[in-house]
């Protein structure tokens, strides 16, 4: 048995705030969460920026400590930044030695995760690995080709289970992220824990009063990428039965902001669509509260925090039927399915359930109620009794390397 003494833990981010993405969302989620209940928590991810300072440990916020690893622009994608192997792994080290963990938690297996992956147990501290990659999310920035794409996910699963084999825990959000973790041949046990939310937040909006016949929302929220298909939902909406005056909101930004604007003036839908761009977290919660329905056409979610959110918010799910999606979704009683791709399928499920009130608030009911098993407080808890679990295992099968004085040698000692 463990004490229930507060644990020091590092948390490994290839991508956190001000990154807008669900990983780095979880990761933060994850971090504020654990200190929150009296934890130390220091994170370790890329600089925002060139200027961010580095290694000093002093970006205190939210109760946890973030620590900024040197990064360069990515030059397909000006929004996100990353460190290179050689540079991560030597402030990976130093701020191990510096932070002296019970724990490390890494949130994927690039850069910053790779070189805590091999520090941690080389050390002898204990690594625990959460996936929130799938190579769809990836493959337009990095400007792979289509016809190399099958391979490219092939090499890198390889990759991530070479990665994550270092840890003595594997977890994932879903039960359908374990499964695809287990079909790339991970070659151990992974835990589904979701990733969770704070449902009360998202049920904090302005109440908008709906009368009949008025103009309905229907609301996307995520990266505009080419993995979330925002554009199925604008075909959608122009091919909507002109009885029903809907609009579209869109919020987020991405390589394919400009396309999805000029797509909705070609369809001449300019009139219908709201393109918000990135915004704060207050209009986010107002978002939720004013829409009709939430839909996420992506195919690429492990699990999507973003329709967990509108969930909270009590609102009916219209989604592709693809990966995670399904987890969420259960047809004809908090929203609907449709194939991915299919745009005449997913225009007449918008249609069906914007022209019924009543399926409208019933559907919206039932979303507020499944979405209470995903509660924050829950995988936190879970989470760490996890960590407590692995700390203990641990200790009988790692000779734990001596916590050594601030003043000793950067040269790291490896254990047996």
Not at 391 to 406: H, N, Y
Request: aromatic content about 6%.
């Amino acid at each position: 048995m463990t004490s229930n003494r507060p644990l020091r833990i590092v948390i490994g981010a290839d991508t956190f705030p001000p990154d807008v993405n669900g990983a780095a969302n979880f990761a933060h989620r994850l971090a504020v969460g654990l200190a929150s209940v009296g934890h130390e928590v220091h994170v370790l991810c890329p600089a925002p920026s060139a200027s961010a300072p580095m290694l000093a440990g002093v970006n205190a916020v939210d109760g946890i400590t973030v620590h900024h690893l040197k990064s360069y622009r990515w030059p397909f994608y000006d929004d996100f930044r990353f460190s290179v192997p050689w540079k991560a792994k030597a402030e990976t080290e130093e701020l191990l030695w510096q932070i002296r963990p019970d724990l490390v938690h890494v949130q994927a297996h690039f850069v910053v995760g790779r070189a805590l992956s091999k520090t941690a147990p080389a050390l002898g501290i204990p690594l625990v690995a959460t996936n929130h990659f799938m190579p769809e999310n990836l493959f337009a920035h990095a400007k792979v080709p289509r016809w190399l794409r099958s391979t490219a996910a092939k090499l890198a699963y390889r990759d991530l289970a070479k990665v994550f084999g270092r840890a003595q825990m594997v977890t994932a959000p879903t039960p359908r992220a374990v499964e695809l973790l287990h079909a790339n041949k991970l070659g151990q046990e992974a835990l589904a824990i979701s990733c969770g939310i704070d449902i009360q937040k998202y049920r904090g909006g302005t109440p908008v009063a709906r009368t009949p016949g008025a103009t309905k929302t229907v609301l996307f929220v995520g990266r505009l990428d080419e993995e979330k298909r925002v554009d199925e939902l604008l075909h959608a909406i122009a091919k909507l039965p002109e009885h029903i005056d809907v609009r579209a909101e869109i919020v987020g930004g991405g390589s394919c902001e400009k396309s999805l604007v000029e797509l909705a003036g070609k369809l001449g839908i300019t009139d219908r669509v709201r393109f918000l761009g990135r915004i704060s977290d207050e209009e986010l919660v107002q978002a939720y509260a004013r829409c009709d329905l939430f839909c996420m056409p992506g195919i690429a979610e492990l699990q999507s925090l973003v329709t967990m959110e509108a969930m909270a918010a009590g609102k009916p799910v219209i989604a592709a039927d693809a990966m995670a999606l399904p987890h969420l979704v259960r047809p004809g009683h908090n929203g609907w399915l449709f194939p991915p791709g299919n745009v005449l399928v997913l225009a007449a499920r918008l249609a069906q359930t914007l022209g019924d009130e009543d399926m409208l608030r019933r559907m919206g009911a039932a979303s507020a109620e499944m979405i209470t098993e995903h509660a924050l407080a829950a995988t936190l808890e879970r989470f760490e009794s996890l960590y407590r679990k692995v700390i203990a295992d641990a200790k009988g099968s790692i000779r734990l390397v001596p916590k050594i004085e601030p003043a000793a040698p950067t040269t790291l000692p490896r254990s047996a």
